[in-house]
């Protein structure tokens, strides 16, 4: 698997509205997409990371060379302060009960 994790602070009150905007990418198709995670820092209300999970590296560069995500990632940056920080790689390992080995 591969994935990023990128680190963003929203802009102040859009909390809501940033949510549900992201939510309505949910019904997407996007091949070999995996999941998605977002983690609001709790000493930070508008502080967030994103974790998102791809099949493999050739599916993830796909979707981020494409057209529709480029529309999406406009969308999620218009909730932004500042541009967000991203780190790409590997998944080594995943445990629990829904991770694929």
Do not use: C
């Not at 999941?35 to 981020?64: C, G, H, R, S, W």
Request: charge should be negative; avoid cysteine.
């Amino acid at each position: 698997m591969y994935g990023t994790i990128a680190h963003f602070h929203i802009k102040p009150g859009m909390k809501d509205e940033f949510i549900k905007a992201m939510d309505g990418f949910g019904g997407a198709f996007i091949a070999g997409w995996v999941a998605d995670y977002y983690f609001q820092m709790e000493n930070d209300p508008d502080e967030f990371y994103l974790v998102a999970i791809f099949k493999d590296k050739e599916t993830y560069q796909a979707n981020a060379d494409s057209a529709e995500q480029h529309e999406r990632y406009l969308v999620f940056r218009s909730f932004l302060t500042d541009d967000s920080e991203w780190h790409d790689g590997f998944i080594l390992s995943a445990t629990g009960p829904g991770s694929k080995k």
